[in-house]
T-cell receptor, first 113, second 114 residues
Framework: DSGVTQTPKHLITATGQRVTLRCSPR?????VYWYQQSLDQGLQFLIQ???????AKGNILERFSAQQFPDLHSELNLSSLELGDSALYFC????????????FGPGTRLTVT | AQSVAQPEDQVNVAEGNPLTVKCTYS??????LFWYVQYPNRGLQFLLK????DNLVKGSYGFEAEFNKSQTSFHLKKPSALVSDSALYFC????????????WGAGTKLIIKP
């Protein structure tokens, strides 16, 4: 158990809908990262927050947004969902800004129908 | 630009045999290199890292990795494979140009056959 929790574990929704994925980092970790893992196994970095502030952006679509709250939990919002958004979404946390050792949650499997 | 490559989509090894999962990198400056493992239906787990020092780095579950500066490689190794080592392995390098994010390889599926 990494200490990172993600909810929900599974999510099935329809195209055009909006969903929110939630992540609680390990106790004491200030950095939260969001990743998307597609069926072909590739891991795509989406965005990083550090102590409430956005610090780095990867290949995140404009339809996606995230935030980190004062208690350090984070939410990833996905809107106007398309079939291609079906994937595993992972949250990871680390104690520092430089995310060398990242601790991953179990992921949320999103299925868009 | 920094990059990392895992040239093999899949590696098959018989149980008890040594295994190697390959990783090459391209960075400006000194490389910070990492290996992570993903077991089925799980998130990634940190295995080991190279920052500086000895070229042979030891990590979790009996794995080690050899840093080779001249070949810009950081191959993951284990002397004797277990069936339970079957998983997806990711190599990563720290991106000094982009707020120290990790740049991830595409992953290598390791299959250990009994």
């Amino acid at each position: 158990d990494s200490g990172v929790t993600q909810t929900p574990k599974h999510l099935i929704t329809a195209t055009g809908q909006r969903v929110t994925l939630r992540c609680s980092p390990r106790s004491g970790d200030l950095s939260v990262y969001w990743y998307q893992q597609s069926l072909d196994q590739g891991l795509q970095f989406l965005i990083q927050y550090y102590n409430g502030e956005e610090r780095a952006k990867g290949n995140i679509l404009e339809r996606f947004s995230a935030q980190q709250f004062p208690d350090l939990h984070s939410e990833l919002n996905l809107s106007s969902l398309e079939l291609g958004d079906s994937a595993l979404y992972f949250c990871a946390s680390s104690p520092r800004l430089a995310g060398d050792e990242q601790y991953f949650g179990p992921g949320t499997r999103l299925t868009v129908t | 630009a920094q990059s990392v490559a895992q040239p093999e989509d899949q590696v098959n090894v018989a149980e008890g045999n040594p295994l190697t999962v390959k990783c090459t990198y391209s960075v400006s400056g000194n490389p910070y290199l990492f290996w992570y493992v993903q077991y089925p239906n799980r998130g990634l787990q940190f295995l080991l890292k190279y920052i500086t020092g000895d070229n042979l780095v030891k990590g979790s579950y009996g794995f080690e990795a050899e840093f080779n500066k001249s070949q810009t490689s950081f191959h993951l190794k284990k002397p004797s494979a277990l069936v339970s080592d079957s998983a997806l392995y990711f190599c990563a390098v720290r991106d000094v140009d982009s707020n120290y994010q990790l740049i991830w390889g595409a992953g290598t599926k390791l299959i250990i056959k009994p």
